[in-house]
């Protein structure tokens, strides 16, 4: 969707305007120029209130179009197929900056003047909100939807995740996404919860099965670490009393659980081993299943030589 960009309206903040409504309203609008803002307090209500301002802007601009573009045969604007990164997850490691990419289709509307959407976290964007991120495409006033019908559009935002400079342990949970869209269609969308999505600390699992090669009827000790990034030190931990499967298989056949266990604590955080009695040649694994805070992590598959 090409837009033209100009402040026009007065409260000096700009939307997104479809060009067929410009070129009808004579009216030159583009998308909010806001800093980003990830800081907990000022910083996220600062945030939050630059989004508000263009939405406000975005409504502004349809009641100001001419009637022939202000008006559509539609009833309601509709948002749908929100994701995080193809799904409702994210994970972030210890130094490197990742991007979480928000996904969305709005359709009921032929004319889009404005939509954003946001990353925060808390229990209300009032008095219990921790976090408020905009997106980078917010900041930098560039398109962040495209055309892809005659009443659609599908929109695209992405966000930069330092656990260097803007995370801390605490962040790892649940997030929402504030949506805002407003079309010519009759009714707009305005929520603070268009998905609910959960931004994780990245997880790893080592695994080692020895020794190999191994004379038959001797003992395998399997041995691995369960660890997650941790955002307040930027160093990797053990991931403490968490249940981790142990799974085997033969040289040609698929891996199976045959126990479960608790990571260790204290001096031994995170780790697991376990012995086996070797047999016959054989592989073994050790798989997590993750938490809300967590992702899931399969170690890499360790086969033992018995002769």
Request: glycine share 8%; charged share 20%; proline share 2%.
């Amino acid at each position: 969707m090409s837009q033209h960009s100009r402040d026009k309206l007065t409260s000096g903040k700009k939307v997104t305007l479809g060009v067929s409504a410009l070129a009808a309203s004579g009216l030159a609008i583009g998308l909010l120029v806001a800093p980003s803002a990830m800081a907990d307090g000022t910083g996220a209500a600062e945030a939050l209130k630059q989004s508000k301002a263009a939405a406000a802007d975005a409504a502004a601009a349809k009641t100001a179009a001419p009637k022939t573009f202000a008006a559509s045969s539609a009833d309601s604007t509709v948002v749908s197929g929100v994701t995080v990164n193809g799904s409702n997850t994210a994970r972030v490691g210890t130094t490197n900056t990742q991007t979480v990419t928000v996904k969305w289709t709005i359709s009921g509307g032929s004319e889009l003047y404005g939509t954003n959407a946001s990353l925060w976290r808390g229990t209300d964007t009032g008095s219990g909100m921790e976090r408020f991120l905009n997106s980078e495409e917010f900041e930098a006033d560039a398109d962040l939807c495209v055309r892809s019908g005659d009443t659609t559009y599908s929109c695209t935002a992405t966000f930069k995740m330092d656990p260097r400079s803007f995370l801390t342990n605490e962040d790892a949970g649940v997030w929402k996404i504030s949506l805002w869209a407003i079309t010519d269609a009759a009714t707009d969308v305005d929520t603070d919860n268009a998905k609910t999505w959960y931004l994780k600390r990245w997880s790893r699992l080592s695994n080692n099965a020895a020794p190999e090669p191994v004379a038959k009827g001797k003992t395998i000790t399997v041995t691995g670490k369960l660890e997650r990034a941790n955002w307040d030190t930027h160093k990797y931990a053990g991931y403490t009393q968490q249940t981790v499967r142990l799974q085997e298989r033969s040289l040609t056949g698929s891996y199976a659980t045959t126990s479960s266990h608790l990571t260790g604590t204290g001096s031994l955080a995170g780790v697991e081993k376990q012995t086996r009695t070797a047999t016959t040649d054989r592989c073994y694994r050790y798989k997590f299943e993750g938490t809300s805070t967590t992702p899931p992590v399969t170690a890499t598959g360790d086969c033992v030589d018995v002769r």
